[in-house]
C-alpha cells in the first residue's frame, strides 16, 4: 500500500486524503460491454449471484457520515470528515458499477441476501469505531474477492472494471489504515484493535468464502488462495496500525480502538 502522510510529522495528512479522494471523484462510469457469452450459463448465472451480493455490500452506509461529524476522536480533523463523505461516495460509485456488470451478464440484481444482513447488523452493534473496523474488514474482504476474480475473468471490460474497483479498495483499505493509527495509541485501543480486527476478519472471511466459492470455481480461482490473500491482508492492517511505537499507556479499558 502506498502512504499518503504528511513528510514533516509522519502523521496522516487527512488534506492529502481529502485531495485524493475529490480527484477521483468526478470519473464517469466505465462502460461495460454486453459479455453474457463470454461464459457458460452455471458460471454466469453464478457470477450474476455474486456480483449482486457485493452490490448490497457496496450500497452505501451514508450513516458512518453523520456519525463522524458527530464523533469526538483523536487525531482526525474536518478533511478526514470530508474524505469519509467522499469515501462513501465512491463506495456508492462501485455499487452503480456492479449494477452495470450484472446488466452486461443480462442477469438482475439480488434484492438482499444474509451474508449482507449479517455485515449491517455487525456494523450497527458499537460506536462509530468498531463501524469503521467493519468497513475495514470490508476492504479486506472485497480488495481479496475482486482481486481473486479479475484473475479469473477473461479480459474484456468487465475485468478492467473490476480492475478498477481493486485499485479504488487498496486506497480505501489505506484510508482506513491510517485512521486506526491515530487510534491505537494506547496498550488497551491496541489490544481491543488487534482483537476485533482478527475475530470480525476471522468471521467475515468464513461467511464470505462460503458465499462465493461456486463462484471462484467456476472462474478457475481456488478457494484456498482467496483465504490466504485474506489472511495476508488481515495481517498487514494488523502490522501497519501496531508498528507504530506505543505513544502513551492507561489503565483504562474502556479507551479502545474498536
Ligand atoms: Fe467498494
Ligand atoms: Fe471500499
Known amino acids: 500500500m502506498n502512504s499518503i502522510e504528511d513528510p514533516e510529522t509522519s502523521k496522516p495528512s487527512w488534506t ?12 464517469p462510469l466505465p462502460m461495460i460491454r454486453p459479455c ?21 455490500g457496496e450500497c452505501g452506509e451514508g ?49 438482499s ?50 480492475g478498477e474497483m481493486v485499485r479504488d479498495e487498496r486506497f480505501h483499505l489505506e484510508f482506513h489504515v491510517e485512521f486506526f493509527r491515530t487510534q491505537a495509541t494506547t496498550t488497551w485501543s491496541r489490544l481491543a484493535y488487534r482483537s476485533c480486527l482478527w475475530s470480525v476478519g476471522a468471521g467475515a472471511a468464513t461467511i464470505a468464502l462460503v458465499d462465493h466459492a461456486r463462484t471462484m470455481n467456476a472462474v478457475g480461482v481456488r478457494t484456498p488462495a482467496v483465504a490466504k490473500r485474506i489472511a495476508g491482508l488481515l495481517l498487514a492492517a494488523d502490522r501497519l496500525v501496531l508498528s507504530e511505537p506505543l505513544v502513551r499507556t492507561t489503565s483504562n479499558p474502556s479507551t479502545t480502538a474498536c
Not at 492529502?16 to 468526478?26: L, M, V
Not at 461464459?39 to 452490490?55: K, N, P
Open 36 to 56: 453474457a457469452d463470454m461464459f457458460e450459463d452455471h458460471a454466469r448465472e453464478l457470477l450474476i449471484r455474486s456480483l449482486g451480493i457485493f452490490h448490497l
Open 113 to 162: 441476501n444474509w451474508t449482507s444482513r449479517v455485515f449491517t447488523v455487525v456494523r450497527r452493534l458499537f460506536g462509530v469505531r468498531f463501524k469503521l473496523l467493519v468497513l475495514l474488514v470490508a476492504e479486506i474482504i472485497g480488495l481479496a474477492f475482486y482481486g481473486s476474480l479479475r484473475r479469473g475473468l477473461p479480459h474484456g471490460s468487465l475485468r478492467s472494471a473490476i
Open 63 to 111: 450513516r458512518i457520515v453523520q456519525q463522524v461529524r458527530d464523533a469526538h476522536l483523536p487525531g482526525i480533523d474536518d478533511d478526514y470528515r470530508h474524505s469519509v463523505g467522499l469515501f462513501v461516495r465512491e463506495e456508492g460509485r462501485h455499487a452503480r458499477m456492479l449494477q452495470l456488470m450484472v446488466r452486461a451478464l443480462d442477469g438482475d440484481l439480488a434484492r
Open 16 to 27: 492529502s486524503w481529502r485531495s485524493h479522494f475529490e480527484s477521483q471523484r468526478h470519473r
